[in-house]
Nanobody, 135 residues
């Protein structure tokens, strides 16, 4: 059973930084798509960054939402099954609950990790960590 545990959220002022972590256990596929999502009150959940990992490597192909490019950096340590999200230059509009998710590409159309609309029903999700940015 896949379990995902996020950590690292908090409250910061505009321009501040946070580092989020997602520890995954129970991953059994040879390749796992992993991603960070966020959901603000009254808004739909959105994908902010994604990559895939295998036993031997982390993908060089990385996805970022346009709204976070240049400020967010997603990385992973495949040996530790841990994914990270470095968030710099935080803005009030980044305030949201941030979720980690993992899914097998076999569960996605064409095995494409970055078709995020399919993740909702197929992926495993963490419980989330709150990020609050004050102006």
């Amino acid at each position: 059973q896949v379990q995902l545990v996020e950590s690292g959220g908090g409250s910061v002022q505009t321009g501040g930084s946070l580092s989020l972590s997602c520890a995954a256990s129970g991953l059994t596929d040879s390749v796992t798509c992993m991603g960070w999502f966020r959901q603000a009150p009254g808004k739909e959940r959105e994908a902010v960054a994604g990559l895939w990992i295998s036993a031997t490597r982390v993908s060089s192909e990385i996805y970022y939402a346009d709204s976070v490019k240049g400020r967010f950096t997603i990385t992973a340590d495949n040996a530790k099954n841990t994914m990270y999200l470095q968030i710099n230059n935080l803005k009030p509009e980044d305030t949201a609950k941030y979720y980690c998710a993992a899914v097998s590409p076999r569960s996605l159309s064409g095995g494409y990790c970055y078709g995020f609309t399919e993740w909702g029903t197929s992926a495993n999700w963490g419980k989330g960590t709150q990020v609050t940015v004050s102006s």
